[in-house]
């Protein structure tokens, strides 16, 4: 089972889509070889070297936390019915409520479509809060996504991190 890193008033929360099979059974975010998110976190500023999977928790100590938008673990993040996403909705609220991130920072467009119920949704910066947080809707870091190098996985959350910390 895979538990949330947080706490009140972080900066960010990232909001992955669901927990992949491997860091659900490790217990730790983005534990799998192919996934680039902690390679990527660093390389874009976010932190001052690359955290391992198995020290993810201290990611706070940076002011940045780590959810799932779905709890249940797949190998692929298309195999979660829009159902799921829908019964997950009300909790996810809860959660961003009680802890009043700045931002949330979802990874991959999945999830944030399926919660704001927009068809269409642009990476970057989103018109609309959450909850009361800034939305940004970043490029999943996930192995499977081979849509993104490693460079343009950098470039994009480079920008968020500009963003957040020249207004933060």
């Avoid at 538990?3 to 490790?26: A, R, Y």
């Avoid at 979660?80 to 700045?102: G, H, M, N, V």
């Avoid at 990874?107 to 800034?134: H, I, M, N, R, T």
Wanted: aromatic share 14%; net charge neutral; glycine share 8%.
């Amino acid at each position: 089972m895979l538990t949330d890193i947080i706490k009140v008033n972080l900066n960010v929360i990232f909001c992955g889509i669901n927990p992949g099979l491997k860091s659900s059974n490790d217990g730790h975010h983005f534990s799998g070889r192919s996934n680039r998110f902690w390679k990527v976190l660093h390389q874009a500023g976010f932190t001052p070297y690359e955290i391992e999977a198995v020290h993810d928790t201290s990611l706070l100590n940076f002011g940045y936390g780590l959810t799932t938008a779905v709890a249940r673990a797949t190998s692929r993040a298309d195999e979660l019915s829009k159902e799921e996403f829908d019964e997950s909705l009300e909790s996810f609220k809860s959660k961003i409520t009680a802890y009043q991130p700045q931002y949330i920072a979802f990874l991959g467009k999945a999830a944030y479509k399926a919660f704001s119920k927009k068809k269409e949704v642009l990476w970057g910066e989103q018109p609309e809060d959450f909850c009361g947080a800034k939305v940004w809707v970043l490029p999943n870091t996930s192995g499977l996504n081979r849509g993104f190098s490693l460079d343009s996985l950098i470039t994009y959350y480079k920008e968020f991190y500009h963003t957040v910390h020249e207004f933060g």
